[in-house]
């Protein structure tokens, strides 16, 4: 094209061209792909479109070279799809659709100009770094209170709250025509970080293909009882008719137990992403933030070749960027331990580790669990992904080795005798109802609006037993981060919890304080910190110390 050629032509159709010029040169460097013997730098669109083009992403990945590009290449670049602030020439923005993918309500009003952006119903950030980058600033990371997101808004236009608009989910009314406000339109949530989330998706894939083994064992009018990695998820049972009664299964989201008849056995998939537990791969959920969070859509939930937000560009993210960017959430450094050394302090992590158990808070935040098999090889896609996500054999799977000492420090090892790596993430996947209905304290934060659940999750969705690892470098705490103390936490639990948190209240103070003491030492290490339990200087140290009666060891190694 010349450039006279390219001056006349549409915005659209130069745009649409320049998304189609999926170019790799972005990572030279680091792979040595995507120069001139390639051919994709001698492109011509590319070059002159680079000049005076504001675009966050200068090259894409093109599908096949996912598997083309060394694995260090492939998760940069996922890093760089993780940070990127999208401009409207990248595709950000979706004029006519919500955040949910649906068309908008009122397609008159499309979300431009000063409706670009929402805060409440989105698009609401620039970049995914944007929320999650706590601590130090990582990519990934947890996220200010600032951050939080509000879960369900998106199922509206342009949330305004104002009266005036009687559409229903355009901007101040819900499906039944009510009036939503600031607590009922959405579940404000906080931030979580995704630090060790490859080993934490492959412990939900080994449970999940557990508890289908055990259901597809019971036969017509028997009952069994589903457990995995020993963590037990109730009992499922079938009538005499062959019908799937999953009333008795404890700990999983309602999409996981729908059945339509007797050869249509509930899923039973453990689902460790969303809060309430709504989704199975970090795959899926960033397929749903990239469109909810920026209006760029991918390829694979949204077609090849169709502009499906209506801003004039198309393929705004190939399969090869999506598996990109999952792997490099998925291979984030683990978080760690700091443990001062300082005998009182020492003494009290100590004391708060054993007292931790003592009153059994590992009902819900089991210290460790193993992933047998090798599943520390991390295999994408998930083979549990729903329509609309890149599913298992509709390509090659990658496979990476979580373990791996070239990753991001620090991560967890093979524990050679046993065959088994211990992912110390204090919980149990499952989701819990520990709220107090009488407790008035956090309106709204216990849980999604009730008419929403009923109209939107069929159900009220409790949440998932908070993984503990890394908790004290999170910026807030609980799932709507109204928390700023781990104390705080503690004292919120009730319902399911209420046993162990009358526990907690009953111990003396300075016991309180250990295992306050303890949970503090949960952070994640800055970046680059080789091992993953250290002292206040990021050294490494061992743990417990050598002279501690040994009740159950973490050694650094
Ligand atoms: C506006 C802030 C914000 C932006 C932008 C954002 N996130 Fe999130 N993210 C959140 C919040 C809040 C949650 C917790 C949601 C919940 O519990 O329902 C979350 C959860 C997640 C989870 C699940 C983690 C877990 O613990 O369950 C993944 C994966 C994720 N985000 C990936 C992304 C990706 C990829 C992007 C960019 C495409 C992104 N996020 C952009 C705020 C954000
Ligand atoms: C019945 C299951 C259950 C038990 C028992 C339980 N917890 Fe929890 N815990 C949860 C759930 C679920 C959450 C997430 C709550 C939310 O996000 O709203 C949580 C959250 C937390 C958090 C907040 C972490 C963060 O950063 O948000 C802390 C701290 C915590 N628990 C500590 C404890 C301690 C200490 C005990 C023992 C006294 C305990 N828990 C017992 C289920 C449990």
């Not at 990934?140 to 509206?156: E, K």
């Not at 298992?392 to 791996?404: A, I, K």
């Not at 936490?489 to 948190?501: F, Q, Y």
Request: with cysteine; aromatic share 6%.
């Amino acid at each position: 094209m010349s450039l006279e050629e390219f001056r006349t032509s549409t915005p659209r159709r130069r745009r649409f061209a320049a998304a189609l010029t999926l170019v790799l040169s972005a990572l030279p460097a680091l792979t040595g792909v995507g120069t001139a013997q390639d051919g994709v730098l001698e492109s011509p669109i590319g070059r002159e479109l680079a000049i005076g083009r504001e675009v966050a992403i200068q090259h894409h990945l093109r599908d096949d070279e996912e598997f083309r590009i060394p694995l260090a290449a492939l998760i940069a670049y996922g890093k760089q799809l993780f940070c990127a602030n999208w401009t409207d020439q990248d595709g950000g923005g979706r004029p006519l659709t919500k955040g949910t993918g649906k068309q908008l309500t009122n397609v008159t009003a499309p979300l431009t100009g000063a409706r670009s952006f929402n805060r409440i119903s989105g698009p609401d950030a620039n970049s995914c770094a944007g929320c999650h980058n706590a601590p130090y600033g990582m990519a990934g990371g947890a996220g200010d209170i600032v951050s939080n997101v509000f879960v369900l808004a998106q199922r509206f236009d342009f949330v305004d709250f104002d009266r005036r608009n009687g559409l229903a989910t355009a901007g101040a009314v819900d499906e039944r025509n009510r009036l939503v406000d600031l607590e009922s339109v959405g579940n404000s949530r906080a931030t979580t970080h995704l630090f060790g989330a490859g080993y934490i998706e492959m412990l939900a894939r080994q449970m999940t293909a557990e508890l289908q083994a055990i259901r597809n064992t019971v036969s017509v009018g028997h009952a069994r009882p589903l457990l995995a990695k020993g963590i037990s998820f109730g009992t499922i049972a079938r009538t005499a008719d062959g019908l799937w009664e999953t009333s008795g299964v404890t700990g999983l989201p309602w999409p996981s137990l729908v059945s339509h008849g007797s050869n249509d056995p509930p899923t039973l998939i453990v689902r460790p992403w969303h809060q309430a537990g709504n989704v199975s791969s970090i795959r899926e959920f960033t397929n749903t933030a990239y469109n909810q969070h920026h209006g760029i859509q991918s390829t694979e939930r949204f077609g090849v070749d169709t502009d499906a937000d209506g801003d004039g560009i198309a393929n705004e993210l190939s399969r090869a960027a999506i598996t990109a960017a999952t792997l490099f959430q998925t291979t984030l450094q683990v978080p760690g331990r700091v443990i001062p050394r300082d005998p009182a302090v020492e003494r009290a992590v100590l004391l708060g580790e054993r007292t931790f158990e003592r009153i059994a808070c590992p009902a819900c935040h089991v210290p460790s669990l193993p992933l047998t098999e090798d599943a520390w090889v991390f295999v994408e896609p998930s083979p549990y992904n729903p329509p609309g996500n890149l599913r298992s054999g509709e390509t090659r799977s990658l496979r990476v080795d979580l373990n791996d000492k070239s990753l991001p420090a620090p991560r967890l090892s093979l524990n050679e005798r046993r065959r088994v790596v211990d992912v110390p993430a204090y919980t149990d996947l499952k989701l819990h109802d520990i709220t107090d209905p009488s407790d008035n304290r956090y309106r709204g934060a216990r849980h999604e609006p009730r008419h929403v659940v009923a109209e939107v999750h069929r159900g009220q969705p409790p949440v998932l037993t908070k993984r503990l690892w890394g908790a004290a470098s999170a910026p807030t705490h609980f799932h709507h981060g109204l928390f700023t103390t781990l104390r705080q936490a503690i004292l919120a639990h009730a319902g399911e919890a209420l046993a162990s948190r009358r526990a907690f209240d009953a111990l003396p103070a300075d016991r309180q304080d250990a295992v306050i003491e303890f949970l503090k030492t949960l952070q994640v290490l800055p970046p680059g910190t080789k091992d993953r339990i250290v002292d206040e200087r990021f050294r490494a140290r061992s743990w417990p110390p050598m002279d501690a009666p040994a009740e159950h060891s973490e050694g650094a190694k």
